[in-house]
Nanobody
Framework: QVQLVESGGGLVQAGGSLRLSCAAS????????MGWFRQAPGKERETVAG????????FYADSVKGRFTISRDNTKTMVWLQMNSLKPEDTAVYYC??????????????????WGQGTQVTVSS
């Protein structure tokens, strides 16, 4: 099993920045990809960004490209999401995700094997 714990959420004004962190523990050697999803009230959980551990390939949802950056350390224990130029529509609960398969796992919530508990991000206009 893998445990994921997010931190760094909060309230920020539009145009501001936040950095989310995710700490992984347990059988982290089995992880091959990690990512971030978000879920706004009344909406489905959607992918935000993903990263692979081998090679560090990344992808981003079109809605966050150029504003968000995903990164990881080399020990499979930490992943971050730097969020800049935040907009009110970025308001959601953000979830850290991990999987034993490749980065494609992070394109769909149905494929994710491990989830964090979520952290609230609220962007005021």
């Amino acid at each position: 099993q893998v445990q994921l714990v997010e931190s760094g959420g909060g309230l920020v004004q539009a145009g501001g920045s936040l950095r989310l962190s995710c700490a992984a523990s347990g059988r982290t050697f089995s992880i091959n990809s990690m990512g971030w999803f978000r879920q706004a009230p009344g909406k489905e959980r959607e992918t935000v960004a993903g990263i692979s551990w081998s090679g560090g390939s990344t992808f981003y949802a079109d809605s966050v490209k150029g504003r968000f950056t995903i990164s990881r350390d080399n020990t499979k224990t930490m992943v971050w999401l730097q969020m800049n130029s935040l907009k009110p529509e970025d308001t959601a609960v953000y979830y850290c995700a991990a999987g034993r398969n490749g980065i494609a796992t992070m394109t769909s919530a149905n494929r994710v094997e491990y989830w964090g508990q979520g952290t609230q991000v609220t962007v005021s206009s």
